[in-house]
C-alpha cells in the first residue's frame, strides 16, 4: 500500500511561485507513474503533470506547460510540483497520486490508486 503525503500549499499573489512536496512511503513496486491533480471549488478534479518514478520521464496538462515543473528525488522518495507564474485560475485543492500501471500516459482520475490528501493552494489577484 502507497502513502503519499502533500504539503507546500498556501496563499501566494499572482505572478508567485510555490513548490509542493508529495513524500511517498510504503512502495512494493519497481516503478510507478506519480501524477499530480487538482481541484478547484465547485469543479472536477484535473489532470496537471505526471512523471515516471524509474526514467523520471514527464508530461504536462496544456493549461500549465511551461509554468509548472514535475520532478522527483528518488533518495528521499519525494516528488515535486514546482508552480511559477501563478495564476488565480491555478487556485485549486492540489493532490498527489500513483498508479503501478506505467504503461501509458495516464490524465484520468480513476486510472490512479493511490491518493493523497490534498494540500490547497491559493493565488489571490
Not at 514546482?82 to 485543492?93: G, H, R
Amino acid at each position: 500500500q502507497v502513502q503519499l503525503v502533500e504539503s507546500g500549499g498556501g496563499l501566494v499573489q499572482t505572478g508567485g511561485s510555490l513548490r509542493l512536496s508529495c513524500a511517498a512511503s510504503g512502495r512494493t513496486s519497481s516503478d510507478y507513474l506519480m501524477g499530480w491533480f487538482r481541484q478547484a471549488p465547485g469543479g472536477e478534479r484535473e489532470f496537471v503533470a505526471a512523471i515516471w518514478w524509474s526514467s523520471g520521464s514527464t508530461y504536462y496538462a496544456d493549461s500549465v506547460k511551461g509554468r509548472f515543473t514535475i520532478s522527483r528525488d528518488n533518495a528521499k522518495n519525494t516528488v515535486y510540483l514546482q508552480m511559477n507564474s501563478l495564476k488565480p485560475e491555478d487556485t485549486a485543492v492540489y493532490y498527489c497520486a500513483a498508479t503501478a500501471n506505467i504503461f501509458r500516459r495516464s490524465r484520468i482520475v480513476s486510472d490512479y490508486d493511490y491518493w493523497g490528501q490534498g494540500t490547497r493552494v491559493t493565488v489571490s489577484s
